[in-house]
Structures are given as C-alpha cells and as structure tokens.
C-alpha cells in the first residue's frame, strides 16, 4: 500500500515556495484522502445510550407493519399513520385481499399516491397469498432469498423490503435510507451512492442479530429527527465528539 509521505518530503519534490498554499492543499485533498475509520458500532452504542430501546415498528401487528412500510413510501409517517387508522376495520390480509383496488386506494388517500400505493398493495397481497399469509412460514426463508422476491413484488423497493424483512420478519438487515445517508455522511464517512454497497459496509460490522438492527434503524431515524435535522442541533448531540460537521 502507498505510504502517505512525510510533508518534508512533499515539500523537496514539489518546491512549495514556488507555489501557492492553496494549490499545496487542494494537491494533498487530490491525492491523499485522509481516511476516517468507520465505526458503525460505535455510533449504534452512542445513540443507544443516549436514546435508549425504541421499541419499533410502531404497528400492532406484522401485517400492519408491512402495510405502513408500503404507505409511508414517499410520505411522512403521520400522513401514512392516517391512512393506516382508515384502514383498521381491513388490516387482516384476508379482508384487505377481498377489498376492491378502488376501495383500498379512497381509505389510503391521506397518504398520497393512493391510487399507485393501493396497487402496490395488490402485488403484495399476491406476494403474501402464495405462502397462505402465513408469517412462520415466510420466516423460514432464508434472507438472500426472501429478500430476492420481496424485490420482485412491484412497487417494492430496497428499504421497503429491508423494513420488511427486519420488522415482521426479524431478519439481520441494515436499512439505508436518508436519516442514515445524512447522519454518516456530516460524521465524515464517505458512503457508497449504491444502496447495497452502503448496506453490505454497515452490516459487516455487527453480528447477524435482527434486533440490532432493529434497534440502530430506529435509533437514527430518531437521531435524525431530534438532532442530525435538516439544519443540524449540534447542541447536546451524542455523536459530538466523533462528527466532523460535515455540509
Ligand atoms: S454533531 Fe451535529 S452534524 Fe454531527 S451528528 Fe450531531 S447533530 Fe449531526
């Protein structure tokens, strides 16, 4: 591997008194990337002392919580939270099944997109129907697997199969999304665009246990809402000391 060299030695080989220091820096950011460690468990151990157990997802039942999964696409949760109150009396997937498409999208409206999300709920419905709705036997599945098809149900994409697939059906996975891109990346981790190269670099980090995954997705949703915000409250935050505040 290439060693870093000393800056004496930069300096002999490039004769800095001839040019500027900001053509010195932007040369040192071009060819030598400091590298900072990532220690995902770290931020998981800080959070959770900080925040505590968050006992998610919030649903009364696994069933529930793969609809919201599909409801809160492209929405906030209290949007979707609306729509599921509406679809309650149907939150069985034998009475939601029997329920006509136009049915299911006018109870979803306060979600958004409801004509689209009440299709997407068909495909998964049709997904579910194929295993009888039961849940114990799409558990034992195996995760790559199971992940595969919940990719193939139209309308289902990687961090709804990922919320799936850790909240009903306990599986060991890492959800990337949004709070988790922002929140690493004003750490100082330079992340992968790709959601499975970002997925697969947390993950190896932890033992394949779903309850902390369970837990860390939680946590920096929760993270990101009271304190890694939009515009940050850097005041207090329990990652204070390991974030370079990065824009
Ligand atoms: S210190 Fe600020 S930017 Fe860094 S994680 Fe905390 S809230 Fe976010």
Redesign the pocket.
Known sequence: MARRPSAFILQKRRKPWKISQSAVAHSFQKNWRIEVKHQYPLIYRKLYGHYGPQNWWPADTPFEMMIGAILVQNTSWRNAEKAINRLKPFLEPRKLDDLPEEKIAELIRPSGYYNIKARRIRSFLSWFKTYAYDLDRIKEREKAALREELLNVKGIGPETADAILVYAFEKPVFIVDAYAR??FH??GYDMPASYDRFRVLVEEQFPPDAQIFNEFHALLVE?GKT???TV???GG????DI????K
């Open positions: 922002r929140i004003r750490i993270h304190h890694c915000r940050p409250l850097c935050c329990p990652l204070a974030c370079q505040k990065r």
